[in-house]
């Protein structure tokens, strides 16, 4: 967890492990404990902001562990865009 937190691992590890599986766990397991009781749903957005946090640095910080540099600036364009569509949601805008 460190080392990606780090930008130490593979940008192919971070992105699909801890981006979009980790995600996906994550997001899951935290949503059915709200559903089930054992969650507040302020302790669940604040798990799931964290989680969104951890996950974008570790694939910004590694966006350029690749053999290919263009893969570096998508990963780090998917995180900006990322950014967008989050702020226009709690703005309301979409």
Known sequence: MIRFWRGEE???????????????LFTTLVKNLVVQGWLGILPQILLLVSYSIYSGVAIW???????????G???????????????AGIAGVI
């Open 10 to 24: 593979r940008l192919w590890k971070a992105f699909w492990f801890i981006g979009i599986l980790g995600g996906w």
């Open 73 to 87: 600036y998508a990963a780090r364009g998917v995180i900006v865009l990322s950014l967008v569509i989050m702020g």
């Open 61 to 71: 910080r590694s966006a350029f562990n690749t053999a290919w540099v263009g893969w």
